[in-house]
């Protein structure tokens, strides 16, 4: 493929990912509210979170591992198509139970970021993957720029309105990348042995299966290799944020008394920082400090963000400051707050997910490089299974900032673990 092709195959990619994250985006601030008009309690809201998580950690390594035998494209196909249905069945929906539906199948599909990641690691050399991996997060940035804000308002012309433009952006999606996206897998460099692929096709279904014995096969595999450790950072990156992104559109209603308008507007809000930080930031910050260090900095700083966020309560109060203003608003001073939470929140974010996909990147062979970013999309998955089932009781019975505070100390633990991997790649010459 030549230089051109293959820029232009990159383009796709990444404005498939952002028609999908928009379509994505979109839903999130009208899915709380619409599974309460349907009357779901805020736990059983929250768990909404995990079902979606819960098929994600299903597939990932599923697809991941269909991707390395089969090639990158026909499993994207497939995924987009999935995401049509899932907002589809959502639009229509009438009852609880086929909401949780379309967010299985919802999750299901967005178990193809992994084998995007890995379209671009086929396509890119090494020493170029952070910067091309934080173009690809800047592109799913963008579609939370638009997605949540613009979910928001089509969501006040009536409810089930977002659901459909995201059914007619994901089958935009799937044309589009039926028409440009091309194969990037060379044929020789599948995983072309019958007997090896069947060996470990066998140990590996058994972990998306989730049953004891295959989770221990995976993790005897990858048991004292530098995967091992990514992969624990990213359950413990993702356990932190899943219980703050699971409550964030029930803390603004109970803190500030938000709707899904004003709910869609910090999420565009986190989305814009998103961009400016993956698209900008981490190509110099990896230039300057490796990535393994710049892992380590975002996590620091998701840990302070939801500090902030969900203390905000307690900080008004021993700054003598109020929640809200006279008129039952939010204060000024509390916005602010947040809005410097978000802010280090979407840094964060965008730090650590352009070096996670980075750093697997580069510690996987090129036929495990699907496989690996399954493995990690998966631990992902799960900690968003556990997250929210954790953070709903939490929101619940105890305090609405509860979740948040709870994930940003399990941020600040796993920023030490972070440091401690960057020993190990630099001991190890890959940093």
Known sequence: ????????????????????????GIILPILPFYAESMHAS?????????????????????????????????????????SVVAALVLGFAHALWLVFLARIVAGSSKANVSTAHAYVADMIPMEQRAKYMGRMGAAMG????????????????????????????????????ALWLPESLR?????????????????????????????????????????????????????????????????????FGWGYGETGLFMTYIGVNMVVFQGVV???????????????????????????????????QLFSLTVRSADGGASATSLAFYAVGGLLLAGGNGLISATLSALVSQVSSPDQQGWNMGIKESASSLARVTGP??????????????PMLLGGLIALINSRVASMLRVRLVRDRLQ
């Open 389 to 402: 089932m954790v953070a709903g009781p939490l929101f619940q019975h105890v305090d609405p900032g509860a």
């Open 187 to 255: 044929r020789r460099d599948r995983v072309a042995d019958e007997s090896s692929e069947r060996s470990a096709s066998a140990s590996q279904s058994r972990m998306v299966m989730m049953t004891p014995k295959g989770i221990r096969a995976v993790l005897g595999q990858i048991r004292g290799t530098h995967m091992a450790w990514l992969a624990a950072i990213s359950f413990c990156f993702y356990l932190s944020f899943a219980g703050m992104e699971s409550t964030m559109a029930l803390f603004g209603k109970r803190v």
């Open 142 to 177: 963008m579609g939370f720029v638009f997605g949540p804000g613009v979910g928001g308002l089509l969501g006040q012309v009536f409810t089930e309105l977002p659901f459909f433009v995201s059914a007619a952006l994901s089958l935009l999606n799937l044309v589009m990348a």
């Open 42 to 82: 805020e736990t059983m809201i929250a768990l909404l979170a995990t079902a979606f998580s819960a098929a994600q950690f299903v597939m990932s390594p599923v697809l991941g591992r269909i991707s390395d035998r089969h090639g990158r494209r026909p499993v994207m196909l497939v995924s987009i198509a999935g």
């Open 282 to 316: 981490v190509g110099r910050a990896v230039a300057r400090f490796g990535e393994a260090k710049t892992l380590t900095i975002g996590l620091m700083m998701v840990a302070v963000a939801l500090t902030v966020i969900g203390g905000i309560d307690h900080f008004s």
């Open 1 to 24: 493929m030549d230089e051109r092709a293959k820029q232009r195959a990159l383009a796709t990619v990444a404005f498939t990912l952002f028609l999908d994250l928009m379509g994505f």
